[in-house]
């Protein structure tokens, strides 16, 4: 069964960089629509931003400006670039993906999440 893989999540420091990602962790045919998501102890999960198959994205209000979601199709790899990060961006971030994994054949999917802590 196909699963998606995060990395690159850490330690920074407000005002810090960081760049998630996100791959399947088999062959597959495409990653059509992805989303990341996060959430932080005690506070419900947080659609932060999508990337359709075409590229079209959208963002929360919270990160626009400071995030940006994009993707590779010949990696089936997409990115969250986390730039000015802040204490409150402090979350596990996952990714959740509608994957063709053959032609005809379409499933969803998610991460098992990164930790980003973003220290003042």
């Known amino acids: 069964q196909v699963q998606l893989v995060e990395s690159g999540g850490g330690l920074v420091q407000a005002g810090g960089s960081l760049r998630l990602s996100c791959a399947a962790s088999?062959?597959?045919?495409?990653?059509?629509?992805m989303d990341w998501y996060r959430q932080a102890p005690g506070k419900q999960r947080e659609l932060v931003a999508t990337?359709?198959?075409?590229?079209?994205?959208n963002y929360a209000d919270s990160v626009k400006g400071r995030f940006t979601i994009s993707r590779d199709n010949y990696k089936n790899t997409v990115y969250l670039q986390m730039n000015s990060l802040k204490p409150e961006d402090t979350a596990v971030y996952s990714c959740?993906?509608?994957?063709?994994?053959?032609?005809?054949?379409?499933?969803?999917?998610w991460g098992q999440g990164t930790q980003v802590t973003v220290s003042s």
């Open positions: 990337i359709t198959r075409g590229g079209s994205t």
């Open positions: 959740y993906a509608t994957i063709t994994t053959t032609p005809g054949r379409v499933v969803s999917t």
């Open positions: 088999t062959t597959i045919f495409s990653i059509n629509d």
